[in-house]
């Protein structure tokens, strides 16, 4: 099953599509089907209702419209998004951690710097492949635990943020 945390606001919803076809949402199947219509218009019906959505990337979210709505979304690997919940303690702390092992191409932000629901905190590097890290609340940067050029481990503490 590939697995996907998406977040529209404050609202995360777990996503699961299995090697069928099949949805579940927060674990529970969803009888769904989606048709493409043509470029970024497709057609979904999910408990039992139909209606068109047209979506597109747009940067690092995707743009939903629904009968004249955007929505914007962020969608996470599974992976990704349970590293950031696993290390997010009350009292607004959280730490930003390495979701497999990698190499740090470049830390965007200083300590001090405001951020805000997706600012892009570092790039990592895993299997010739870049991976931002985003931040996924507003507050402001209190320490950077790595350096540019630096391997790191999953689960390594890599920044910590302040709400």
């Known amino acids: 099953m590939t697995s996907y945390a998406v977040r529209a606001g404050e609202t995360t919803v777990a996503v699961g599509i299995d090697a069928e076809g099949g949805l579940r949402l927060n674990g529970d199947p969803v009888p769904a089907s989606v048709t493409e219509l043509g470029p970024y218009r497709y057609r979904v019906t999910a408990r039992g209702e139909t209606f068109v959505l047209i979506a597109e990337r747009a940067g690092s979210l995707y743009r939903v419209i629904h009968e004249g709505c955007v929505h914007e979304l962020a969608v996470d690997s599974e992976r990704a998004g349970s590293a950031r919940a696993a290390h997010e303690p009350a009292g607004g702390r959280y730490e930003i951690t390495a979701p497999l092992p990698s190499l740090v191409r470049r830390i965007e932000v200083s300590v001090g710097d405001p951020v805000n629901p997706d600012t892009g905190l570092l790039v990592l590097e895993a299997m010739k492949m870049e991976n931002e890290m985003r931040s996924h609340r ?10 540019q050029g630096a391997a790191v481990e999953k689960g390594q503490l890599l920044m910590v943020l302040e709400a």
Not at 138 to 147: D, F, N, T
Request: aromatic residues 0%; proline residues 0%; contains cysteine.
């Open 138 to 147: 507003k507050g402001r940067v209190a320490e950077i635990c790595v350096a």
